[in-house]
């Protein structure tokens, strides 16, 4: 018996303490967004080196009388953890597909890979950025005027407090004129114009006397005056609108301005004793203040303001590898490319993306506490084994001397 009867049992509890911080580090993080489960798995030495005693001796082997177990760890990335919801509009969770994770930047071109989605913003030198819980800054594709860039960068936040109202230049209205009994009928439409934040805009008709069917058309309007191309509406016999389909209020605001809208009356009839409007549509808004900034289920960082306006800002990118698995764990949460990851490519984040949501932890605590009692088992076997060596080898040592 020699030293070497004590390596399989050393190697054991070397091999076992380090399962056992593996466990310890898989529960420390059960509450750790994006965090994904690591485990230690185990490989014999038996053989693990030749050996060669000398060209003169002659002798030599595939294999050297190497015991004991050595160790490695893996990340089970490709297990999704479950989706909490957080109502935080900069949070945001990838589900259903475990090859997608947010791209960061350590802000000196270093691309990195999570799955925690806990963003916050982060102001520098005046601009704000989108960035993850550790500071990385978030990578997303700028909104343009034609949709998206394509050009990876980093997530910068620009969204004015208030964006000013939008000028109206068309407009349709689907309401009746009376048919009978009534001489006068007004109908109101909201405008806006880049120097007036709304004012009403009224139709007035008023029949014509000695003619069916045909009404005097006028404008009245808040703040200016307006006048039509055409001043007579006439409708046919079926209550529909004969001429003219289309009526163009050219407007004089009161501060020297002036603006003018296309009005569709297509649709309006002259039936009955009813002034009904139906609908009114116009294609300006008024001015609006900025209300949330939050991610859609699209991926899309966007401004909402109150008057239901949405300015989107941009796009995550979301990455996928060949191999993911071969991802080398920078952290609990992020992740490095390499050489074994195989190609990169971008993830259209329909379809995968929860907004105002995080991913949990991707640990069993179950299995955790069942890992921990058979490694804490097999830890106290292989001490109990270097005990025996050690009080067989003492008594070796009193029978030579």
Not at 26 to 40: D, H, L, R, V
Not at 97 to 114: E, P, W
Not at 139 to 146: C, L, S, V
């Amino acid at each position: 018996m020699t030293i070497a009867s004590f390596i399989p049992s050393v190697t054991g509890m070397e091999a076992m303490s380090h399962a056992q911080q593996t466990v310890a580090e898989n529960i420390a993080n059960m509450n750790t967004t994006g965090y994904k489960q690591n485990e230690t798995l185990f490989y014999t030495l038996l053989g693990s080196e030749g050996v060669n005693a000398g060209a003169q001796s002659g002798l030599h082997s595939s294999r050297v009388d190497i015991t004991g177990v050595n160790y490695y760890d893996r990340t089970n990335i490709g297990i999704e953890g479950n989706v909490q919801s957080t109502g935080n509009g900069f949070d945001v969770a990838i589900s259903g597909n475990s090859n997608a994770f947010f791209t960061l930047d350590d802000g000196y071109g270093n691309l990195y890979y999570t799955r925690a989605g806990d963003f916050s913003r982060l102001t520098q030198n005046g601009v704000t950025y989108l960035v993850s819980s550790g500071g990385l800054y978030v990578q997303g594709f700028a909104a343009t005027e034609d949709g998206f860039s394509q050009t990876l960068s980093d997530i910068v936040i620009e969204a004015p407090e208030t964006i000013p109202q939008k000028e109206t230049t068309e407009a349709s209205i689907i309401a009746n004129v009376p048919a009978k009994d009534v001489d006068r009928s007004v109908y109101s439409i909201r405008i806006y114009s880049e120097n007036y934040d709304g004012a009403n805009l009224n139709m007035i008709l008023e029949k014509i006397d000695g003619r069916d069917n045909s009404w005097n058309l006028s404008f009245e309007l808040e703040d200016g005056t307006a006048v039509g191309d055409s001043n007579e509406i006439i409708f046919n016999t079926d209550g529909t609108v004969k001429t003219p389909q289309n009526i163009t209020a050219s407007i004089a605001w009161n501060d020297g301005s002036s603006s003018s809208v296309n009005i569709d009356i297509s649709a309006m009839t002259q039936y009955g004793e009813s002034s009904q409007i139906t609908q009114i549509q116009q294609n300006g808004f008024p001015s609006g203040n900025l209300t949330s900034l939050g991610f859609d289920d699209d991926g899309v960082l966007r401004a909402q303001y109150s008057n239901g306006s949405d300015v989107d800002i941009a796009k995550l990118a979301i990455t996928g590898f060949t191999a993911p698995e071969n991802l080398l764990p920078y952290n609990n949460t992020m992740f490095e490319a390499n050489g074994e990851t195989g190609e990169s490519y971008y993830v259209e984040p329909e379809g995968i993306i929860t907004p105002q949501s995080i991913e949990a932890a991707a640990v069993n605590l179950e299995e955790e506490f069942s890992q921990m009692i058979v490694v804490q088992r097999a830890y106290s076997l292989n001490a109990q084994s270097f005990t025996v060596n050690n009080e067989m080898l003492s008594v070796l040592v009193d029978l030579v001397s």
